[in-house]
């Protein structure tokens, strides 16, 4: 990681520190206007005029958009809005017809994807991406970065990585731990569950101590309680002064720990704003659910119609 | 319980179908004909001593093993033999174990020492020494491979032409190339649409495909080998029965690898890297036996001579190039037709598009995939009895092949239809066309670099699409 | 049946030259193959270059066969970097496609007529072996009398093969239980994942090419020194083939699987042969000419090689001795 970026590898000790930044972060929420596109008071990326073209199919077209530093910023918008991609081409595993971008103010056209996640903006994958045929602890210890062992030269004399693997092992273990994986160290990734695999995904993110997570579908298919603990380490990640932004689906978690809201629908930012007032835009409500309906519909009934089509589509798929 | 017999039964099947060729063609290499010219890398040449004036001597039938050939002049007509020419017999490891010198007939014998048996299985080289040539003749080949299988004494013929392309223009020469890479572009084309349709609905990068290419190619053999002549109308008709059954078999042929290994491969959901190792072992296993059931020696089939060729000028064409090309064109038209416009056409492309969308749609996917397995089988089959019919054949035409169809379906684009034709036609001119600047060695070089050049500018393929990323 | 004879020829086969060379080009492939998950057939490509390079240093310039050594690897590395430029980037399928197509490039380059007066054509080079023969302190008939025995130049060939080998899975040991076999074995499992986290993919590819390339340059200068010469013949496509077997019987990804997988892969290769070339010879054959004839016996072993490879792939991709663990995983 860049020297530049002087996060604290220390939890406990920056804690302090990172939760009066973050809290300031989210104070300046306050004075955001709430339109597509708004200017933040500290943007850590900034992306400008990025169109992706499928075919005939404009999947990402946004005009402009800022992440603030050092708050939760939630990405919402019904399947197929362009989310993933957009994830994509910020992260450079895919490329824009048109665009620019800054993370840091550092411009990121054509920056390869490794290179991007140097910089300390660190992705996951809605499909998630373990590697089977590795035990889970191997899978962290790949996640650090920096590592002595892992060029070719001095890879071949164990002293000399020895004791940053040592280091690299304990603070994954403690991850691990966080996200209850402690009792899964010797296991094959592969034999994990779609939940676990979620959280191994994440926690290996994790070990590159990045600057901001970008996190995609993190919940999908955790269950309720473990959800509620990992809503408490994803604020506790801001709280160490990182910055969010994640892809989520349901409503309660992006309402219950977002501090701010992008709507996308259809490749284009349709609305933004802190979760309450977004949630009750008409916009966001015909984005989600079509135009064709007059009456606007509470957030749980949406979820009730989101989780009929799941089933319908899931059973669809079973036949 | 069941499902596993049946799958037993299916994989043994091909053996049996194997087999029961095989009795066909193996009567044919039980009797050594003079006509037989060396196995050799090269496409065989037209058999040379049909003509008069330089004749072809089989040595008295000794203990000893004997390697023995003709040395003729091709520019001529009739050809004239070649006298006082040196021609070296090696072994694998390069040491001389022969040498004789051409007669006033141009023909020559190299007894090899020693026991007959220790030869076999074994591969020469036999080759003739540059410099004892004439001075303004360049040898067509000079290197000659020759794997003995039998105790039998081997016939080599080493063609000699003028040197350099002569007075002959670059023009006509180019377009005489032109000719003869359009007809083998059809051929490559059929052989590739399978393969790439194939692996557009399965995934599967099947590297036994050339030996769908060589079962045609012996289909069409052993039906020609039947006893008598098939005739309609007076006619003279068995090779082209030879290449409707080398359709029609190597079609059903197709459906038995896809009914008895691939579709159980796919239920067990392996993934595509080790079924593409496993269509390795297949390649080895069929390569195998068929050279076991054929033999390894270059093969015509019998209603193939005597082609008067049309002369247009220096510009010569035969009736036989013209047929190929005009039944070849006919059939990638009807098979490119039938998938632009039928049903079942559709629904091949939906599938080649997107196997889990088009299987919600209610596509029966593994029904189009045996479809495509049948279709595509069929179309290698017949390119296989088709390019035997042009320039001959052996055991591992189709392996020869494979390379080439690889790359022209990669080239126009994996898993695409108009990607693996374009990319056919690209590579059969390219590699014809080069020899008008390039020894005609390297032919296959030239394709094979602009392949990995195309890959280097456009990673998918001249039609392919980029993948999905997370 | 002669089964002493079939078992003494089958072992003599097993830990010969040969043997050692199809160890040595799995060990690399095994790099590529087992522990990266590149697609590389083109194996015999690395090997040709290498093994040329090194006679060439011989026979043209008459300089030592150490130097041509030092000449094979420089070769390789560059083939590799050349190689791997325009491939790294492919899928597993193109990838496949583009390194056998590369390694037929080499080998009709080689071979052809028309750089014949350097390489020799068809024919290859010949007279480079003198300075080993000269090395070898060996002479006599070597090995145990009465069960398996060779002559002294296999067993010098064979000495200094199975040290090579022996070196080289310590290398490859070494190399894979350190955090860089880590990113190589995680590359093999999904490589956008280690991107993501800020490995330089490409890079650790082409670092794999390179040194499977290496150990494929090993197996070309054992295949020049066994034979005492070099040819394109040596280097068919089929080569790849054979070692991607022996690699795939002895369990990729393992240090241990392609020393295990050669010798049982030669033996076996080599009691077939001698099986059905003693069933279908002498006066009453056990198998009838009618069915069998000598040459046709001489293909049964590919046959049965074949269909092995199948059977292996589809039943045991784990390889003979893998771990059931890592089948359960997904490794169809
Ligand atoms: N490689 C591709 N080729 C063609 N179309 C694509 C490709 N990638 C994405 N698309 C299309 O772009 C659109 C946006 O897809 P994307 O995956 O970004 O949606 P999403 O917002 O992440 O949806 P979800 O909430 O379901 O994950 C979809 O219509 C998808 O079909
Ligand atoms: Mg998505």
Redesign the pocket.
């Known amino acids: 990681m860049p020297a530049e970026t002087s996060l604290p590898t220390n939890i406990e000790a920056a804690n302090e520190e990172g939760l009066a930044r973050s809290k300031a972060a989210r104070a300046a929420l306050a004075d955001v206007k709430t339109e597509p596109g708004a200017a933040k008071p500290d943007p850590i990326l900034r992306a400008d005029g990025i169109v992706r073209q ?1 075919g005939g ?1 404009r ?1 990402v077209d946004v005009d402009h958009v800022e992440v603030q530093r050092g708050v939760i910023t939630a990405l919402i ?1 019904p ?8 994830f994509n081409l910020l992260t450079g595993f895919d490329r824009p017809d048109e665009g620019e971008w800054w993370f840091n103010d550092k411009k990121l056209n054509r920056v390869p994807a490794y290179k991007v996640a140097r910089m300390g903006m660190v992705r996951t994958f ?1 499909l998630t991406k373990v590697l089977a045929r590795l035990t889970v602890l191997e899978n962290m210890r790949l996640g650090a970065t920096g590592q002595r062992g892992e060029s070719l030269l001095s890879a071949m004399f164990q002293p000399r990585w020895a004791g940053q693997e040592a280091a690299n092992t304990e603070r994954a273990h403690n991850l691990l731990a966080r996200f209850l994986l402690d009792k899964k160290v010797q296991d094959f990734a592969g034999s994990l569950s779609g939940g676990q695999r979620k959280l191994l995904e994440m926690a290996r993110a994790l070990m590159t101590e990045p600057e901001l997570v970008m996190l995609d579908e993190p919940m999908a298919g955790v269950n309720p309680a473990l959800k509620q603990s990992l809503l408490g380490h994803v604020k506790s990640l801001r709280d160490e002064g990182r910055t969010v932004l994640f892809v989520e ?1 349901d409503m309660d978690m992006v309402r219950d720990i977002s501090d701010w809201v992008i709507v996308m629908a259809q490749g284009r930012i349709v609305a933004e704003g802190p979760p309450d007032s977004v949630m009750a835009d008409q916009r966001v409500i015909d984005a989600y659910l079509g135009a064709h309906h007059d009456v606007a519909l509470t957030f749980e009934e949406e979820e009730k119609i989101l989780a009929a089509a799941e089933a319908e589509i899931e059973e669809e798929q079973n036949d | 319980m069941h499902v596993r017999l049946l799958r037993v039964s299916l994989l043994i099947l091909p053996m049996l179908f194997m087999l029961l060729l095989g009795t066909g063609l193996s009567g044919a290499s039980a009797s050594p004909s003079a006509d037989d010219t060396a196995a050799s890398d090269a496409p065989p040449v037209a058999s040379d001593n049909a003509e008069t004036g330089c004749q072809l001597t089989k040595p008295p039938d000794d203990e000893t093993l004997s390697i023995y050939g003709l040395i003729c002049d091709r520019r001529e007509s009739p050809r004239v033999p070649v006298p006082d020419v040196t021609v070296l017999v090696k072994d694998a490891s390069g040491n001389e174990i022969g040498r004789s010198v051409s007669g006033p007939d141009g023909s020559f014998v190299i007894d090899l020492p020693g026991e007959p048996i220790s030869y076999l299985g074994k591969t020469y080289a036999v080759s003739v020494d540059k410099a004892t040539l004439p001075e303004d003749t360049e040898p067509e080949k000079t290197d000659l491979k020759i794997a003995i299988n039998t105790d039998t004494d081997q016939p080599v013929i080493f063609p000699v032409g003028a040197a350099g392309p002569g007075a002959e223009g670059k023009l006509i020469q180019a377009i005489q190339l032109t000719i003869t890479g359009l007809v083998f572009s059809v051929l490559l084309a059929m052989a590739s649409l399978g393969l790439s349709m194939i692996f557009g609905t399965t995934g599967l990068t099947n590297f036994a495909h050339g030996e769908l290419i060589t079962f045609g190619a012996l289909v069409a053999f052993a039906v020609d080998n039947l006893d008598g002549e098939i005739r309609v109308g007076g006619a003279n008709v068995t090779i082209i029965v030879g290449v409707l059954a080398a359709f029609l078999v190597s079609g059903l042929f197709g459906w038995v690898n896809d009914a008895g290994l691939w579709r159980p491969l796919r239920r067990r959901g392996s993934s595509l890297v080790a079924m593409m190792i496993v269509s390795i072992g297949l390649s080895i296993f069929l390569r195998n036996v068929y050279q076991y059931f054929a033999g390894a020696q270059a093969r015509n089939y019998s209603q193939y001579a005597a082609i008067e060729p049309w002369e247009f000028g220096s510009l010569t064409v035969t009736s036989r190039d013209v047929v190929v090309f005009v039944v070849g064109m006919g059939v990638l038209i009807l098979t490119t037709s039938l998938l632009r416009y039928t049903r079942l056409g559709k629904a091949t492309r939906a599938v080649a598009d997107n196997p889990a969308l088009s299987s919600a749609t209610g596509i029966n996917v593994e029904r189009v995939i045996s479809i495509v397995w049948i279709g595509g089988a069929a179309l290698a089959g017949m390119a296989g009895a088709l390019l035997g019919v042009t320039q001959g054949f052996d055991y591992q035409i189709g392996f020869k092949l494979l390379l080439l169809v690889f790359a022209a379906t990669v080239l126009g684009g994996l898993g695409t239809i108009w990607g693996a034709i374009v990319g056919a036609f690209v590579i059969g001119l390219f590699t014809e066309l080069t020899t008008l600047f390039i020894p005609a060695e390297f032919k296959y070089v030239g394709a094979l670099l602009v392949l990995i050049v195309v890959l280097l500018i456009r990673p998918q393929g001249l039609l392919g699409r980029a ?2 990323v997370g | 049946m002669d089964f002493h004879n079939l078992l003494t020829l089958s072992l003599q086969q097993a830990l010969g030259p040969t043997a050692v060379i199809y160890a040595l080009a799995a060990i690399g492939l095994n790099v590529h193959f087992g522990y990266t998950g590149l697609l590389n057939f083109g194996q015999a490509g690395f090997m040709m270059v290498a093994g040329y390079g090194m006679v060439f240093v011989a026979t043209e310039w008459g300089l030592s066969l150490w130097l041509g050594t030092l000449v094979g690897l420089v070769l390789t590395v560059i083939l590799a970097l050349l190689l791997g430029l325009p491939t790294l980037r492919l899928r597993a399928d193109y990838l496949a496609i583009v390194t056998i197509a590369a390694a037929e490039i080499v080998r009709q380059t080689i071979g052809a007529a028309k750089f014949s007066d350097k390489f020799g054509g068809q024919d290859g080079l010949t007279g480079f072996i003198q300075p080993f023969r000269d090395a070898n302190p060996f002479s006599g008939t070597k090995g145990i009398p009465g069960v398996v025995t060779w002559s002294a130049f296999d067993f010098w060939v064979m000495t200094v093969g199975w040290l090579l080998v022996a070196l080289s899975c310590v290398v490859v040991w070494l190399l894979m239980r350190s955090p860089w076999g880590r990113v190589l074995k995680s590359i093999r499992e999904d490589e956008d994942a280690v991107r993501s986290l800020g490995k330089n993919v490409t890079s650790y590819k082409m670092q794999a090419l390179i040194i499977g390339g290496l150990f494929g340059a090993l197996a070309g200068f054992m295949t020049a020194l066994r034979s005492a010469s070099i040819g394109p013949s040596f280097f068919a496509t089929d080569v790849t083939f054979f070692a991607y077997t022996v690699l795939l019987i002895g369990g990729a990804a393992r240090v241990l699987g392609p020393v295990v997988g050669s010798i049982i892969f030669w033996f076996l290769i080599s009691a077939l042969g001698i099986f059905f070339s003693q069933a279908t010879s002498g006066t009453d054959p056990l198998i009838p000419a009618s069915i069998m004839d000598s040459t046709q016996a001489s293909l049964m072993r590919f046959i049965f090689l074949g269909l092995g490879l199948m059977l292996l792939m589809i039943f045991r991709p784990q390889g003979i001795f893998g771990d059931r663990r890592e089948l359960a995983i997904d490794a169809r």
């Open positions: 499928f199919l999947a918008g399947n197929g809005a362009g989310k993933t991609t957009f809605q689906h | 993948e999905r």
